[in-house]
């Protein structure tokens, strides 16, 4: 619970941070969730990890990309919904493949992160929450 609790604690600072531009706020939000796509597949190579034990891990990068043009080009909604499926994604991986290569707090850490930005991005797409 204590590293869910970070995850949110940090999701709300990096919220305050994206706020700070309105017009970076969606391109900020979205890149994280690419790069928070792409922290399995790079520690598994960086730590010697094969490409074959992390072929779902891979295959997520696909969705990312186009939740991120998506978010960019139509609406700041599907950004709220890759990061709420992010959430549960982080649960779910370390029983889909092996990702020994993660510390074992961290899938906690991300599905609170990734849960609070995907409330808030969710919030923000309503428009009852301006820039």
């Keep these: 619970m204590v590293f869910f609790l970070g995850g949110v604690a940090s999701a709300l600072l ?5 706020r700070v531009n309105p017009r970076l706020e969606i391109f ?17 190579f960086l730590k010697g990890a094969p490409a074959d034990q992390m072929s ?10 186009v939740i991120f043009w998506l978010a960019l080009k139509c609406s700041v909604w599907f ?3 890759g990061w709420l499926a992010h959430g549960p994604w982080d649960l779910l991986v370390p029983h889909v493949e092996s990702i020994s290569h993660m510390p074992a707090w961290y899938p906690m850490l991300c599905c609170g992160f990734d849960l ?6 969710s919030i923000r797409s309503t428009g009852r929450l301006q820039p």
């Design 56 to 65: 779902v891990q891979l295959l997520m990068l696909v969705p990312a990309v």
């Design 28 to 44: 900020l939000s979205v890149s994280c969730l690419l790069i928070a796509v792409s922290i399995y597949p790079a520690t598994g």
């Design 79 to 81: 950004a709220a919904v």
């Design 14 to 18: 990096a919220i305050a941070i994206w």
């Design 116 to 121: 609070a930005v995907g409330v808030y991005l």
